[in-house]
């Protein structure tokens, strides 16, 4: 995928976060999860790292940009974006993190989603349009 390609992406992929959140970088990625139940229970689900494209070998992320939407959830659902070991809190259904900076490129990332039982939550909630645009350098 080229740069304009990618770019394009990333402008559609997230266009309500605004065109500001989009910062030249030697190169950027984008993947989308597909829509997650996340039932009620005492522990995170874990999910299936996300697809990079196959032309990605080498490089070090700058910034990583997230944005997923909740529905049917009846107390907050808690979030993270893991690295490998490292796992950010993420504080809202949008934004972006410096805290996997220097990290390689070729390394998964995933989501991870709590419906948290232990402060009343009951059922399920649905994740949608979960996705990440991942800025790096070579």
């Known amino acids: 995928m080229s740069r304009v390609v990618a ?20 190169g950027s990625w ?8 996340v039932a009620a229970s005492e522990t995170p689900l874990r999910d299936r790292p996300l697809d990079k494209p ?5 490089g070090r992320i700058t910034t990583v940009h ?3 939407a ?10 993270w974006l893991c690295h490998a070991s490292l796992c950010v809190a993420l ?7 410096p805290q996997f900076s220097g990290h390689s490129v070729t390394t ?14 009951s059922g399920s909630a649905s994740v949608s349009r979960a996705q990440v645009i991942v800025d790096y350098e070579d």
């Open 108 to 121: 998964d990332l995933r989501f991870r989603f709590w419906y948290p039982a232990t402060q009343g939550a």
């Open 30 to 37: 984008v993947a989308s999860l597909s829509r997650q139940t």
């Open 54 to 58: 196959e032309h990605i070998e080498q």
């Open 70 to 79: 909740v529905e049917g959830a009846d107390v907050p659902l808690q979030a």
């Open 66 to 68: 997230w944005s997923f």
């Open 7 to 26: 770019l394009a992406g990333v402008a559609l992929g997230l266009s309500s976060m605004g065109a500001g959140a989009v910062q030249a970088a030697a």
């Open 91 to 97: 504080p809202a259904a949008q934004g972006s993190t």
